[in-house]
């Protein structure tokens, strides 16, 4: 595995194939980590320290089966020098009331948007060398404390991602066998961010979101920040001695 340890900077990062997520691992590599990036698709990053794994996080049993794999062993040795999950993955959909959408949909948002990442969290917690500091950003929004018509799920799973890094990081203080371990959590909400997900916000009729026009109005009057400002700005926060065990913040705050 030499080409592992080229770098001592591993980061995990979801959804690297689209927006936030792409210039996240991006700005990594360049900053000499290496990135292991998990999404359905797979572009391109010209560095031999990007690996990818090209799964569907909405799909618990396929992540069950992938995850029983050498992910640990070929991933979470004790080369490196520290540890960061970026949990950004996430989808919008199904956008619409409560009372219209499936249960089938509201299941598979749910298993990509919170259940999968809280799960993962415990996973890396589990699997990774004890003395190796870990450092984890669950990638949040405006959605998680504030309920937007027709955007249930998505503010619903964004507010669980939150309660999900919360308890790991009081686990990480209470439980016996955590005690004592280097992990932070952040939960990170990265602005409105020029990607594909905003396109798909201000496309939706007013209909299934009666607040449409306020995210067509956002694009139209240049509001909107690029990726790389939010992805900088994780990675300075992922190289930063953070001290607190969970913390909240929001991009430029
Ligand atoms: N853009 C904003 O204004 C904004 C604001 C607040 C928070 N956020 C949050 O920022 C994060 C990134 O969003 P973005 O705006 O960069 O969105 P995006 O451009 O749509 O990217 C979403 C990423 O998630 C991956 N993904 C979606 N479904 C997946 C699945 N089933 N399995 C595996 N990967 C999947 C996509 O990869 P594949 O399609 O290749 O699988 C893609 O790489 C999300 O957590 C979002 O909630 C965004």
Redesign the pocket.
């Given at each position: 595995m030499e080409f592992l340890t080229m770098t001592k900077l591993l980061a995990i990062v979801?959804?690297?194939?689209?927006?936030?997520?792409?210039a996240l691992a991006k700005d990594l590599l360049s900053h000499g980590w290496t990135v292991v990036g998990?999404?359905?698709?797979?572009i391109s990053f010209d560095s031999d320290n990007y690996h990818h794994i090209s799964?569907?996080?909405?799909?618990s049993k396929a992540c069950a089966t992938y995850f029983e794999g050498d992910f640990k062993e070929k991933y979470l040795t004790d080369d490196w020098s520290k540890i960061a999950l970026i949990?950004?993955?996430?989808?919008?959909s199904p956008t619409g009331p409560l009372s219209e959408v499936s249960l089938v949909d509201l299941e598979?948002t749910f298993t990509?948007?919170i259940a999968f990442p809280a799960w993962f969290m415990g996973y890396i917690v589990s699997k990774s060398p004890a003395k190796t500091p870990l450092r984890i950003i669950n990638?949040?929004?405006?959605?998680a404390t504030s309920a937007y018509p027709g955007w249930g799920s998505?503010c619903m799973s964004?507010a669980a991602l939150r309660m999900a890094g919360q308890n790991l990081a009081i686990e990480v203080e209470e439980v016996e066998g955590l005690k004592g371990r280097d992990i932070k959590v952040l939960d990170y909400?990265?602005?409105?961010?020029?990607?594909?997900?905003?396109v798909?916000?201000r496309s939706a009729d007013e209909a299934s979101f009666p607040r449409v026009q306020k995210f067509v109005d956002l694009h139209s009057n240049g509001q909107?920040?690029a990726?790389e400002a939010p992805a900088k700005e994780m990675r300075e926060l992922l190289e930063s001695a953070e001290t607190e065990g969970f913390a909240i913040r929001r991009f430029g705050s």
């Amino acid at each position: 595995m030499e080409f592992l340890t080229m770098t001592k900077l591993l980061a995990i990062v979801t959804g690297t194939s689209s927006g936030i997520g792409a210039a996240l691992a991006k700005d990594l590599l360049s900053h000499g980590w290496t990135v292991v990036g998990i999404a359905r698709r797979l572009i391109s990053f010209d560095s031999d320290n990007y690996h990818h794994i090209s799964l569907d996080l909405s799909d618990s049993k396929a992540c069950a089966t992938y995850f029983e794999g050498d992910f640990k062993e070929k991933y979470l040795t004790d080369d490196w020098s520290k540890i960061a999950l970026i949990n950004n993955a996430a989808t919008l959909s199904p956008t619409g009331p409560l009372s219209e959408v499936s249960l089938v949909d509201l299941e598979k948002t749910f298993t990509l948007n919170i259940a999968f990442p809280a799960w993962f969290m415990g996973y890396i917690v589990s699997k990774s060398p004890a003395k190796t500091p870990l450092r984890i950003i669950n990638i949040s929004s405006g959605a998680a404390t504030s309920a937007y018509p027709g955007w249930g799920s998505y503010c619903m799973s964004k507010a669980a991602l939150r309660m999900a890094g919360q308890n790991l990081a009081i686990e990480v203080e209470e439980v016996e066998g955590l005690k004592g371990r280097d992990i932070k959590v952040l939960d990170y909400a990265p602005g409105v961010v020029d990607t594909p997900m905003q396109v798909q916000a201000r496309s939706a009729d007013e209909a299934s979101f009666p607040r449409v026009q306020k995210f067509v109005d956002l694009h139209s009057n240049g509001q909107l920040v690029a990726p790389e400002a939010p992805a900088k700005e994780m990675r300075e926060l992922l190289e930063s001695a953070e001290t607190e065990g969970f913390a909240i913040r929001r991009f430029g705050s």
